[in-house]
């Protein structure tokens, strides 16, 4: 079979377009894989549609605690055809321009294809085998579904799924609290959606810091059912409804919804390219395994984003898209990770940067720590918020900011402060000794690093 041979091959048109976007630049022959729409899951089914969806749950929640400002008003339902209709045609018009954009270009060749690996410069993509003499391995990640037993008997959703629902269900029962599972809780319990959380751990959000996640479960328990430690035994049809069979300190219970959502993490796409074909090596999770300038096991094989599982993010994976050109066409620089931050677009939102108390003790570091709650300054007495706080933790004798962790409204930007303070190694003094706006809500992080 004739090959046809490529000087780029990128595989996944989401962060990956940045390489594919350069290198057509240096006018050399590019190929994009990409079966599914352009633009990757951030914008066809993730973090843009999530946070447009969510942004219309945050208007509506502000209607429904309007009474405690002496505001009359009322919240009477959604037009939810509309919204996510808006919604899908935004993205979708964006995804096709993306498509048309990179088609237009003479050095780039869009394959509307799945692709296997055949060898380690060799791919079969639809029914054409291609060769690249760099490859850039970008196909992210997918929901992760457990074996439940029943679940392929019911129509269940995932996160993908989830977005796009025609009708609001009246009731929904969400397995998983992380990120993604609260953040969808928020929307539908929101728009009116009678919600149920089961959640294995003892804490929603697990994964950031002790004290945000437990004051996060607390506020999620005021809002919504949570189930926690409790084991789902199986899913199974109940007249209209999902069942979900349930097991919690060794006591069976049977809960019922409209709609069953799954939200149990994701796992990186690589079976599916079938990397171990090329020589790819993946760790016991199948994240495709990486160095520091991100080159996997294979010479002139690179990865970034999910599917290599460093950090899954979209701002990580489009840092990471930055360094791989850096790597594979100049100069080899590390990748420089520090002050990673994220966000969870919740209600309350959380946003974290730096590493956790937890993290900080099983390390043995010493460090020092400081919680100020919104309530105590100006704006957040405005807003009458009385669970949110910033959290600081220090090293003790150079000030160096370790972590920072917030929960409450807003945090998704007030996280930014900090991150610019540890990127370039200002200390607690840089944002101590910064002038805030009186009585801006910026202020209950400046007051957070002074102890």
């Given at each position: 079979?004739?090959?046809?041979?490529?000087?780029?091959?990128?595989?996944?048109?989401?962060?990956?377009l940045?390489?594919?976007?350069?290198?057509a630049?240096?006018?050399?022959?590019?190929?994009?894989?990409?079966p599914?729409?352009?633009?990757?899951?951030?914008?066809?089914?993730?973090?843009?549609?999530?946070?447009?969806?969510?942004?219309?749950?945050?208007?509506?929640?502000?209607?429904?605690?309007?009474?405690?400002?002496?505001?009359?008003?009322?919240?009477?339902?959604?037009?939810?055809?509309?919204?996510?209709?808006?919604?899908?045609?935004?993205?979708?018009?964006?995804?096709r321009?993306?498509?048309?954009?990179?088609?237009?270009?003479?050095?780039?060749?869009?394959?509307?294809?799945?692709?296997?690996?055949?060898?380690?410069?060799?791919?079969?993509?639809?029914?054409?085998v291609i060769q690249?003499?760099?490859?850039?391995?970008?196909?992210?990640s997918?929901?992760f579904?457990?074996?439940?037993?029943?679940?392929?008997?019911?129509?269940?959703?995932?996160?993908?799924?989830?977005?796009?629902?025609?009708?609001?269900?009246?009731?929904?029962?969400?397995?998983?609290?992380?990120?993604?599972?609260?953040?969808?809780?928020?929307?539908?319990?929101?728009?009116g959606?009678?919600?149920?959380?089961?959640q294995?751990?003892?804490?929603?959000?697990g994964?950031?810091?002790?004290?945000?996640?437990?004051?996060f479960?607390?506020?999620?328990?005021?809002?919504?059912?949570?189930?926690?430690?409790?084991?789902?035994?199986g899913?199974r049809?109940?007249?209209?409804?999902?069942?979900?069979?349930?097991?919690?300190?060794g006591?069976?219970?049977?809960?019922?919804?409209?709609?069953?959502?799954?939200?149990?993490?994701?796992?990186?796409?690589s079976?599916?390219?079938?990397?171990?074909?090329?020589?790819?090596?993946?760790?016991?999770?199948?994240?495709?395994?990486?160095?520091?300038?991100?080159?996997?096991?294979?010479?002139?094989?690179?990865?970034?984003?999910?599917?290599?599982?460093?950090?899954?993010?979209?701002?990580?994976?489009?840092?990471?898209?930055?360094?791989?050109?850096?790597?594979?066409?100049?100069e080899?620089?590390?990748?420089?990770?520090?002050?990673?931050?994220?966000?969870?677009?919740?209600?309350?939102?959380?946003?974290?940067?730096?590493a956790?108390?937890?993290?900080?003790?099983?390390?043995?570091?010493?460090?020092?720590?400081?919680?100020?709650?919104?309530?105590n300054?100006?704006?957040?007495?405005?807003?009458?918020?009385?669970?949110?706080?910033?959290?600081?933790?220090?090293?003790?004798k150079?000030?160096?900011?370790?972590?920072?962790?917030?929960?409450?409204?807003?945090?998704?930007?007030?996280?930014?402060?900090?991150?610019?303070?540890?990127k370039?190694g200002?200390?607690?003094?840089?944002?101590?000794?910064?002038?805030?706006?009186?009585?801006?809500?910026?202020?209950?992080?400046?007051?957070a690093f002074?102890f």
């Amino acid at each position: 079979m004739k090959k046809r041979v490529f000087d780029v091959v990128v595989i996944g048109a989401g962060s990956g377009l940045e390489i594919s976007s350069y290198a057509a630049e240096q006018g050399l022959n590019v190929a994009v894989i990409e079966p599914g729409p352009f633009g990757g899951t951030c914008l066809n089914r993730g973090c843009i549609p999530s946070k447009m969806l969510i942004h219309a749950a945050d208007v509506a929640r502000t209607v429904q605690e309007a009474g405690k400002f002496g505001v009359n008003a009322s919240f009477n339902g959604v037009a939810w055809k509309k919204l996510v209709s808006r919604i899908n045609a935004t993205i979708g018009r964006d995804a096709r321009g993306i498509e048309a954009g990179n088609r237009s270009s003479k050095n780039v060749t869009v394959f509307k294809e799945y692709a296997q690996f055949l060898g380690k410069d060799s791919l079969l993509v639809g029914k054409e085998v291609i060769q690249g003499k760099r490859i850039f391995i970008c196909a992210g990640s997918r929901p992760f579904v457990p074996k439940i037993p029943g679940l392929k008997e019911v129509n269940y959703l995932t996160s993908d799924e989830a977005l796009r629902l025609p009708k609001q269900p009246k009731s929904i029962i969400i397995i998983g609290g992380g990120y993604i599972g609260c953040e969808l809780a928020h929307f539908f319990g929101s728009l009116g959606t009678k919600v149920t959380i089961v959640q294995r751990g003892n804490l929603l959000m697990g994964a950031e810091d002790g004290d945000i996640a437990r004051k996060f479960t607390q506020v999620y328990r005021r809002r919504f059912t949570v189930l926690l430690n409790t084991d789902v035994l199986g899913v199974r049809k109940r007249g209209r409804e999902i069942a979900v069979d349930l097991k919690k300190k060794g006591k069976k219970a049977t809960i019922t919804g409209e709609q069953l959502l799954v939200a149990t993490g994701r796992v990186p796409n690589s079976d599916v390219l079938n990397v171990k074909a090329a020589g790819v090596k993946v760790n016991e999770r199948g994240f495709v395994v990486v160095d520091k300038y991100l080159r996997t096991s294979v010479q002139n094989v690179w990865a970034i984003g999910d599917i290599a599982g460093v950090f899954m993010f979209k701002h990580s994976a489009n840092l990471e898209a930055q360094f791989a050109v850096q790597n594979a066409f100049g100069e080899k620089v590390p990748v420089d990770y520090a002050a990673m931050p994220h966000a969870a677009f919740t209600n309350p939102q959380v946003a974290s940067v730096g590493a956790t108390e937890e993290e900080l003790a099983r390390e043995k570091r010493r460090f020092v720590k400081n919680i100020y709650e919104y309530k105590n300054t100006g704006y957040g007495a405005a807003l009458r918020e009385s669970d949110g706080f910033v959290k600081v933790l220090a090293e003790p004798k150079t000030g160096a900011i370790l972590g920072c962790h917030i929960l409450g409204p807003h945090a998704s930007i007030l996280i930014h402060e900090v991150i610019v303070a540890m990127k370039a190694g200002l200390g607690v003094e840089g944002i101590r000794q910064a002038v805030h706006v009186h009585p801006a809500l910026s202020e209950v992080v400046q007051r957070a690093f002074w102890f």
